[in-house]
């Protein structure tokens, strides 16, 4: 087996939920990246909707929006502009609906969440429970039929395995008549560390 099939250059569930989203985006669509951290994400979704879509992204810190302008900017190939395709927000994911457009209401097509910190920043800032599950519980009304959400949740840091128990537990209680969730992990990987949800709603 190919060291590449498992993911080697990112986390192999990060991996998978962007296989995953690449093959349910498309041009136009409206899309959510719940934590831009340094842009990874956000450049990817910004990839997938264009031309014609538009990335919302938030993050509470104000060098992952650095970074992630940077990122889109650098990563721009000629005759397309990704910066352009996105609104970058200085708040949490929390507060989400505060925030996003009102015209954007039952129109999400995909929201991504890469939990804990920040790589590269300070270890200390991470995303926390009840602001994560306020956020999936705020998606709900914004999300379109059909619409996509990944959540990859990291237990290994302190608050990281609280965290993943509540996204758990909010995705157990989803009336399965109105959505479906994945849940994907290595069973052998130590400590049991990563963790991805995948909700889809009907």
């Not at 650098?74 to 949490?92: E, H, K, M, V």
Request: glycine residues 10%.
């Amino acid at each position: 087996m190919p060291a590449s099939t498992f993911g080697m250059v990112l986390p192999y569930n990060l991996t998978f939920s962007h296989d995953l989203l690449s093959r349910h985006l498309r041009p136009g669509d409206l899309v959510l990246d719940a934590t831009a951290g340094n842009g990874r994400d956000t450049e990817f979704l910004a990839r997938a909707v264009l031309p014609g879509g538009h990335v919302f992204a938030f993050d509470i810190q104000p060098i992952a929006l650095q970074r992630t302008r940077t990122r889109l900017v650098d990563a721009s190939p000629a005759g397309l502009d990704l910066i352009q395709a996105c609104t970058l927000y200085l708040a949490s994911h929390a507060d989400l609906a505060q925030h996003l457009p009102a015209a954007a209401r039952g129109r999400l097509r995909a929201a991504m969440f890469n939990l804990g910190y920040l790589p590269g920043g300070d270890a200390a800032v991470i995303t926390r429970a009840s602001g994560t599950v306020a956020a999936l519980q705020a998606l709900e009304s914004w999300m379109m039929p059909g619409g996509l959400i990944t959540v990859m949740c990291y237990l290994g840091h302190p608050g990281g395995a609280e965290e993943g128990a509540a996204v758990e537990a909010y995705c157990r209680g989803l009336d399965w008549r109105r959505a479906r969730v994945l849940r994907q992990g290595f069973l052998n990987e130590p400590k049991n560390s990563t963790v991805l949800y995948c909700v889809q709603y009907k």
